[in-house]
């Protein structure tokens, strides 16, 4: 019996660090992603704010509208205004991240 509560322990505890690895390595592979686009859509550097606040990001949707806004966005600036306001729209927005592309427009 005891034998049986350890494998389904490990087998639990298997099945979540394998669903945390899978979220992580979705997550760097989307910003790596939008980086990859605004390299090669604006031909250069990305501004070092912008590679910062990219990649503090940890929801995977919102990095999905930024990989759209950067594919969509005509210059670099319009890419920082969407996602400024797709930050603002969001009701948990982290004042900090906003303020960081804030500042860096200024």
Do not use: C, Y
């Not at 995977?60 to 509208?65: A, P, R, V, Y």
């Not at 400024?84 to 906003?98: D, E, K």
Request: proline residues 3%.
């Amino acid at each position: 019996m005891q034998q049986s509560f350890i494998q389904t322990w490990k087998s639990n505890g298997h099945a979540a660090g394998l669903a945390e690895g899978t979220k992580l390595g979705m997550l760097e592979a989307r910003r790596a992603d939008v980086l990859r686009v605004l390299l090669l859509r604006f031909h250069g550097t990305t501004p070092a704010d912008l590679t910062a606040l990219i990649q503090n990001i940890n929801d995977l949707d919102q990095l999905t509208q930024w990989l759209d806004s950067a594919i969509i966005a005509p210059t670099i600036e319009w890419f920082r205004l969407m996602i400024r306001q797709q930050m603002s729209a969001l009701p948990t927005a982290s004042t900090a991240a906003g303020d960081e592309v804030e500042s860096a427009s200024r």
